[in-house]
């Protein structure tokens, strides 16, 4: 089997190459074009297409892989809300993707920022680098015996929830749905009283009509002063300008974002300028308690063999007609 690898990452490349041994009769060549209308007839000759979140698989481009033989759609990703499952299903394109393949790489990420928003990490790095050993604005509080809220707990927030533990932190959690194997130690809160009780907010659930700007100025309200506020999931589970507000109020001891409202679907994108032209997160970037990171929660070298064997797995179930539970439904 032939595959066509859009939208390549130096990384990526490393990941399938290491994992391809395993997978003998397959075979990938990369481009670094993402997969749109203008790219689609690239795959001509090939049996298959690798893309990503970022690609755009709508009408268009699979009319052009269908007409040139595609007949199986390799997303190397959870989500594939960027494809045409109509007409996937019209021209009979197989879809699979990677449900979940390291919710620690997320969890200890989250971790990471809470604790570097709470002792103020990057300051102290910076600081120690001009040769001022001074503590003054570096001053945190412990974990331990404090209390967590995790917000959705699922594969991530379930992580997240033993870590915690593991910090000596009571852990106490909302969602719509409890996941039992948390049940010895986390105790399930209605959400207002998640906020109120929190010294450690982390936020673990999809975005969906339900959850958007779940974090607002109502909401923050209701959260203890000197919290942390920790979000890897979606930007816009919180209101940023709302945010803005509550950290004016020193409602926050610190703030960590692995995702903001602004973040474009280029979740792979070096954006380092793109930041900066950003208002919202540049203003965000202005506070001395507010730590942004890229988007790099998953991004482990664990996490990546895991895309890189799952994807691969994929494509042996398909060329051996199995079902499989990674297979996107029409
Ligand atoms: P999951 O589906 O395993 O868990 C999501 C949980 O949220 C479920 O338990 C669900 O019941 C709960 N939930 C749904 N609606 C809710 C609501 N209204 N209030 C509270 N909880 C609610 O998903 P996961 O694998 O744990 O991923 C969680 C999120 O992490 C993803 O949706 C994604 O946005 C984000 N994510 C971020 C990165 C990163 O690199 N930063 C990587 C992967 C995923």
Redesign the pocket.
């Given at each position: 089997m032939k595959i066509l690898f859009y939208d390549t990452k130096s990384y990526d490349r490393e990941s399938f190459e290491a994992c391809l041994q395993n997978f003998p009769g397959i075979t990938i060549e990369y481009t670094k074009s993402d997969l749109d209308p203008r790219t689609a007839a690239l795959a001509e000759g090939f049996d298959a297409v690798c893309a990503f979140v970022s690609s755009d698989v709508g009408t268009q481009t699979l009319e052009i892989l269908h007409a040139r033989g595609i007949r199986l759609l390799l997303m190397r990703c959870?989500g594939f809300n960027n494809v045409d499952l109509e007409t996937t299903g019209k021209y009979g394109i197989r879809v699979m993707r990677v449900p979940?393949y390291s919710?620690e790489a997320?969890a200890e990420?989250a971790m990471a920022l809470a604790l570097a928003s709470n002792r103020r990490l990057y300051k102290a790095y910076n600081k120690v680098r001009e040769n001022d050993f001074s503590l003054s604005g570096l001053m945190g509080f412990n974990f331990y015996q404090k209390t967590a809220g995790i917000?959705?707990?699922?594969?991530?927030?379930a992580a997240m929830c033993r870590i915690c533990r593991g910090f000596g932190m009571k852990v106490i959690a909302?969602?719509?749905?409890e996941?039992q194997s948390l049940k010895d130690f986390v105790e399930y809160v209605p959400l207002d009283q998640l906020l109120s009780d929190s010294d450690v907010i982390s936020l673990?659930?999809?975005?969906?009509d339900?959850?958007y700007h779940?974090i607002n100025i109502d909401t923050i309200r209701k959260m203890k002063d000197g919290v942390i506020l920790v979000n890897?999931?979606?930007g816009a589970l919180v209101k940023t300008d709302d945010l803005i507000e509550g950290i004016r109020m020193h409602k926050f001891a610190g703030v960590g974002l692995?995702?903001y409202e602004e973040e474009t679907n280029n979740v792979f994108e070096d954006r380092s300028d793109e930041i900066l032209e950003h208002s919202t997160t540049a203003r965000l970037l202005s506070f001395p308690n507010v730590m942004i990171t890229s988007?790099?929660?998953?991004?482990t070298r664990e996490a990546l063999e895991a895309i890189a064997s799952t994807t691969l797995q994929n494509a042996m179930d398909f060329l051996a007609g199995k079902e499989s539970p990674n297979d996107v439904k029409s």
């Open positions: 959870a979940g919710p997320v990420h917000i959705g707990t699922g594969k991530i927030g909302y969602d719509v749905y996941n673990h659930c999809p975005l969906m339900s959850t779940m890897t999931s979606r692995d995702v988007h790099q929660g998953f991004f």
